[in-house]
C-alpha cells in the first residue's frame, strides 16, 4: 500500500473560500432510488431542505417518503421526466432550491443540463459545464490525456468516419479490436471485432445503434485488451481549484460491461502503479478545472495502464472508497458547491482496511439474470459494525419494468480483503427480500469463486466462469441454512410477522 504524504487531506467541513460562499437552503434532487435517498441523508446532516424531482411511477419509493417536499415532473419514461431537462429546471425553480444535485446516470453528465441550471440561477452541484463537455465525451477528454502524456489504449478516433476508412484503421490496430459509440456510456453500444469478415458488419450496426440510443453516429475503435483490469481513481476537486485523489477502486467484475461488485482498495496494484495513476488521474482532472467529485477510469493490463474515460459525477461505487477513507463525498460535494474546503493540506489521509459494495438486483440468477417486478414482501436487513445498506424500496414498493432493476446496494468494510468477503458472504446470506428474485445467491457464488477470492479477476471473468448464469441448488443443507436466515431475520422482528405468515414460496425464490 502508498503510504505517500498526498498532501491534501484534512477534513474540515464546513471552512469557506473567502467571499465565494453560495448559500444553499433547498437542493433539489433530479434522480430516483438509492442514490435519492443517499442525498438526502447528507442534505439532513447539512440541515439541507429537499425536494425530489420524481416520476409518476416513483410514488412508491424511499426517497418519495423522506424528502422535505416533492414535485412530479412527468410520466414514467424517462425522456419525459428523468431525462427531461425543462421539467426538471422547472420543478426545481418552482420549489424555491437554490441547487440541483443531479445523482448518477440521467442527466448528471449532461452538460447541457449544468448550464441550463446556471441560467436558471440555480447551483448545479457538479463541476462546470465546460469540464464536463471536454471530460465527458470521450474524444475529447482522450486528446486532453495525450497532451498530459497519460497512456491510452491503441486506437482510432479520427473525423473520417466513412465504413472503409474505419475497416483500414481496424486492420491497424490489429484484432479484436472494440467499436464504441462517441456518445455513449453504460456499458452501452459497445461491439467486438474478433474477426475482420464481420467488421463491416459490426461497425454499420454499431453506427445504426448509437444513432438512435445516442443521437450520433459517431464511434471510435480501440484495441480490446483481453486480460484487463477495470482500475479507477475517486478524484475530487475543491472549492479553490485544488486536485487530488482519495484512491483507487477495482470493478472488475462486470456482466455486460457494466459492474456488479466493487472493491476499495484495489488488490492489484503495486504502490508504484498505484503512484502513478493516481497522478495521472489528478492530472487530467487539473488540466480540466475540475471541481467536486468524479471518476478516472483505467484498464490494467500486464502492468501498464490506459485512460478508459473520465466520469464526471459521483458514482454508484462511491461508498467503498468512503469508507476506507473515512470521507461523505456527497457532503464534500455539497460544501464543495457552496464554496467551502472539504479539504485542507494539514494532514494525511490514506485507506484503511478493505471494502467491497454488491449491487442487489431485482432479478432470476437462474434465467441468465431477467429483470425481476412485482411488489416487495418483507425486507430484512441483517445490520451491524460497519455494514452499510444503501437502498430506495421498502416492503410494499414496487419494482417496476421502467427503471434499472437494481433495489439496494451492500457495502461491507472489514480490516482485511479476505475478512470483507467472508463479511460481505454473510450479510448476503442473512438479507431477507421477499416478493422478487434478487441475484444474491448470484453474487454469494461470485464472492466464494477462487479468482475473486485471490483477486486475479479480469473484466472477462463473468464471461468465462458464469456465461450461463448460475443453477438452482436445492439440496439440504442451502434449504437449513435459508430457514435458518428466514427465522433469524424475520421471526425475530415482531413487527414484521403478520407479513410472513407463509414466505417460504416467494423467499425460496431467492435461492
Ligand atoms: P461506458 O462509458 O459505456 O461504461 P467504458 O469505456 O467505461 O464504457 O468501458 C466499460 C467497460 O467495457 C470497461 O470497464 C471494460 O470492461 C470494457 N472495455 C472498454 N474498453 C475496452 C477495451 N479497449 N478493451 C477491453 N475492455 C474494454
Redesign the pocket.
Known sequence: MCLEKTNETLYLLGMNNSSKVKEIRTIAIANRGEVAVRIIKACEELGIDTVLLHSEADVSSRAFRMATKTICIGPAPTNQSYLNIQANIQGAVAAGADAVHPGFGFLSENADFALACKDAGLIFIGPSPESIRLLGD?ISCKALAQKAGIPL?P?YQGDDQSVERLIKEVELIGLPV?I?AAA???????KLIRDLSEARQLIESAKRESLSAFGSEKVFL?????R?K?IEFQIFGDCAGQVQHLFDRE??V?RR???IIEEATSPSLTDDLRRQMGSAAVSIAQMAQYQGAGTV?F?LQDGKF?L??V?TRLQVEHPVTEEVMGVDLVKMQILTAMGKFAFSSEDIRIPRGHSIECRLYAEDPYQGGVPSTGKLGTIAWPEGPRRRFEYGFESGDIITSHYDPMIAKVIVWDESRPRAIDKMIRVLQDSVVFGVHTNIPYLVKILSHPDFVTGVMT?RFIETHFSEGIKSSHNEEDRIQFSRQVYKQTFSQKNQTSEVASPWLSHWRNI
Do not use: F, P, W
Not at 222 to 226: A, M, S, V
Open positions: 470521450k489504449v486506437g472494440i464504441k455513449g456510456g453504460g456499458g452501452r453500444g459497445m480501440e484495441k480490446y485488451l483481453d484487463a477495470h470493478c472488475s462486470q460491461h457494466q459492474k477510469e484498464l490506459y478508459l474515460e466520469n473484466t
